[in-house]
């Protein structure tokens, strides 16, 4: 391939990931698209702005969201439960070849059970048995009885 051929090849290449850079930036409709703005942006500061845009842009959402927290906590709480159970999930990787011909390969990929997610669940909904610092049970909290028992009175 020649000097010039291959410039231009990359000149292309660099400006179609400049439009998709900014129809990420500019096309966020939904939720579904903002995340996966989140999981294509590296840059930290580049994801806070998205998010910021997102909800200047949808302020009914985030107020609606503001004054129903029991939602966002429903969603969370469905989703470290998904996590701890583990499953799967279908995956499409998308490839053009030289021609032009798009092809999609669909994978079924296989999750496994998540322990620490199912710890964090299970100390959430059932604080009494799945505690990290359990209560002692107050009948064994007096040990004086034993203690005289064991020593005597004087002791």
């Known amino acids: 391939m020649n000097v010039k051929r291959k410039q231009a090849i990359d000149t ?58 029991e939602l966002v906590n429903s969603e969370v709480e469905r989703a470290l439960l998904a996590a701890a159970l583990g499953g799967e999930y279908a995956e499409e990787e998308v490839r053009v070849d030289a021609r032009g011909r798009k092809t999609i390969r669909r994978r079924v990929k296989k999750v496994a059970p998540n322990p620490s997610a199912a710890l964090s669940y299970l100390q959430n909904k059932d604080k009494e048995n799945w505690s990290p610092n359990p209560k002692a049970d107050p009948e064994l909290e007096d040990t004086s009885e034993i203690e005289e028992d064991i020593y005597g009175k004087d002791n």
Do not use: M
């Open 12 to 69: 292309l290449s660099a400006a179609v990931s400049n439009i998709n850079d900014v129809k990420i930036q500019t096309d966020i409709q939904s939720l579904g698209e903002l995340s996966e703005a989140f999981i294509n942006t590296s840059d930290k500061a580049e994801r806070k702005k998205l998010a910021t845009d997102y909800k200047k842009r949808h302020k009914e959402l985030q107020d609606f969201l503001d004054d129903n927290p």
